[in-house]
């Protein structure tokens, strides 16, 4: 089995800045994407940034503001915003593309809620 976990979040003022970590555990053989993705109440989950071998992408929504990384050898990623404004509050998830046991899938973690507010 493989387990995503987020650490960071909470209460940020405006104008702050955000830094989200996820771990990955588990039978693990390697990691192919690794992205952020946000939901706010009432809507689609939005994706927000992603990286892979090839580089790092970013939502319109976060662009100028937003960097991701990944560490392999900790199976881990990171998201950084900074500026916050409030329209980035949201619950933010991890996800991972793992290959465990021969099979690549999605996994997600349990989400961490952001508040953006004074």
């Known amino acids: 089995q493989v387990q995503l976990v987020e650490f960071g979040g909470g209460l940020v003022q405006p104008g702050g800045s955000l830094r989200l970590s996820c771990a990955a555990s588990g039978n693990i053989y390697s990691i192919y994407d690794m992205g952020w993705y946000r939901q706010v109440p009432g809507k689609e989950r939005e994706w927000v940034a992603f990286?892979?071998?090839?580089?790092?992408k970013y939502g319109a929504s976060v662009q100028g503001r937003c960097t991701i990384s990944r560490d392999n050898a900790k199976n881990t990623v990171t998201l950084q915003i900074n500026p916050l404004k409030p329209e980035d509050t949201a619950v933010y998830y991890c996800?991972?593309?793992?290959?465990?046991?021969?099979?690549?899938?999605?996994?997600w973690g349990q989400g961490t809620q952001v508040t953006v507010s004074s």
């Open positions: 996800h991972m593309e793992v290959v465990s046991g021969g099979i690549r899938r999605n996994y």
């Open positions: 990286i892979t071998a090839g580089g790092q």
